[in-house]
């Protein structure tokens, strides 16, 4: 056996009844009925373990948590539901090889580091209407990561094959709210992304075209205000190369939240659905053409983290580059970035070597394997990266954030011996606050501390 069925399942406490005392139940009939019709279904299936894939559990950036023991509790006291309690017993032959597979595969699970064994609402609300209908099971919780999107995918081949393994009958669960910011009247007001994104993950789920969520950029997802999308694509992740009959129970949006009820049944093996494979040669193809219009400074920190990843040597300041690169000297920012992702940044304020070209491969080999947030880069990663890199004019000392503009200056934030600096132009940083509030804390400097700013401007390759 393995995941023979999976389901997309919203986690809003008003969806228990000892939760709302009646209060919002009309605004969300649909949801609750599908919620029912899912847990129906799933006493009839009888399976043996139940996987819960929950967007508010133990979360790590680089890393899986799967929660350990062997029974785990919760209530839902704190939405004032006094007394609805929950129990269940974890399924420890199948977390066991989940993270052996997952090892296997190089993807980084476990049972490590858990801050709260209690069970989150993620898993409580599903499991609320699940136990109505069907008790005899063992439970497996799976927390997202601040991982790509891909390697929660992977993690979706992970869990199907473990599955497999163990010859279990394995039910899926993917806790998932759509956008919180629907309407102006929701609890985190509107964004006009939140709408589009329901739209475009609903239509994928009504047609199971898994590929179309990888389409989903992460600053979308996040003015969106979403929580479950990685949820969804553990699930996707365990349906790779089978065919996918997948139904829409209900979608609904009242209170400013999405809520998507869907069910997914696997048919028959289908060589064609190799998503993942045609997701990353998409990728590859797309970074092939950008090393075609690579300029020498973005191609000159490619080669000196490949040679250094592949010889374990430094390599030789190239002879055949401009005069810029040789003759000027400047501070310089080399920015690595893989799945779209920050995958490593290391940079110099003021130059420390005798030319630009010195820098960027000093600063190159410095963000792929010196930067403590992440792990080296390893040689199976290099085609899958690009790059980035920012070349420092000189700081000027200015008296006020109003001399300041995000788009136009970096800003480099002093005090004592404290020093933080953040690049002009950044996703998500709109503001001349936000720019130096996080070059404050990247520095470790509170907002009681007396502060010298100066600013930079910067020539981008990329």
Not at 421 to 446: E, F, M
């Amino acid at each position: 056996m393995a995941i023979v069925r999976a389901y997309t399942l919203p986690h809003p406490p008003l969806a228990v009844p000892t939760v709302s005392k009646g209060k919002g139940s009309k605004e969300i009939a649909d949801t609750l009925s599908a919620m029912d019709e899912v847990a129906r279904e799933i006493a009839s299936i009888a399976p043996e373990t139940i996987i819960y894939i929950t967007p508010h559990g133990t979360v790590y950036s680089d890393y899986f948590h799967i929660s350990p023991g062997k029974k785990a509790y919760g209530d839902l006291e704190r939405f004032g539901a006094h007394g609805e309690t929950f129990e269940t017993y974890y399924d420890l032959d199948l977390v066991s090889e989940i993270i052996r597979v997952a090892q296997k595969h190089d993807i980084y699970a476990g049972t490590q580091g858990e801050k709260d064994a209690k069970l989150d609402h993620g898993v409580t609300v599903p499991m609320w209407y699940i136990n109505q209908h069907y008790n005899n099971y063992q439970s497996v919780r799976v927390s997202q990561s601040a991982m790509a999107s891909v390697e929660h995918y992977m993690l979706g081949q992970v869990i199907a094959e473990a599955a497999e393994n163990k010859e279990r009958k394995v039910v899926l669960i993917a806790s998932s709210d759509l956008s919180h910011k629907l309407s102006a009247e929701g609890p985190y007001g509107f964004s006009a992304e939140g709408p589009k994104f329901d739209s475009q993950v609903i239509k994928a789920l009504e047609k199971a075209d898994f590929l179309s969520l990888f389409d989903i950029t992460d600053e979308f997802r996040e003015r969106a205000g979403e929580c479950g999308y990685n949820s969804l694509m553990i699930l996707a992740g365990c349906f790779d190369r089978q065919n996918v009959d997948a139904k829409l129970l209900s979608y609904e949006g009242p209170f400013g939240v999405g809520y998507a009820v869907a069910r997914f049944c696997p048919t028959v093996r289908n060589e064609r659905k190799n998503i993942l494979e045609q997701y990353i040669n998409s990728n590859l193809e797309k970074i092939e053409n950008m090393k075609n219009i690579e300029d020498e400074y973005q191609n000159l920190a490619r080669k000196s983290l490949e040679h250094m990843v592949m010889t374990g040597e430094e390599i030789p300041t190239p002879g055949n580059i401009s005069d810029e690169l040789i003759k000027r000297r400047a501070g310089v920012f080399v920015s690595i970035y893989k799945n779209n992702r920050l995958r490593g940044c290391i940079g110099t304020i003021a130059p420390t070597k005798k030319c630009v070209a010195d820098e960027i491969i000093q600063n190159a080999i410095s963000a792929g394997m010196s930067d403590t947030r992440f792990e080296p880069v390893q040689a199976r990663e290099l085609p899958l990266l690009t790059y980035k890199v920012d070349v420092l004019s000189a700081p000027e000392l200015i008296s006020g954030r109003e001399q300041l503009d995000v788009k136009r200056y970096g800003v480099i934030v002093t005090s004592g011996y404290k020093r933080g600096l953040l690049l002009p132009n950044l996703d998500g940083i709109d503001t001349v606050d936000d720019q130096i509030d996080i070059a404050r804390k990247k520095a470790g400097i509170s907002h009681d501390e007396k502060i010298k700013l100066e600013r930079f401007k910067v020539i981008r390759h990329e």
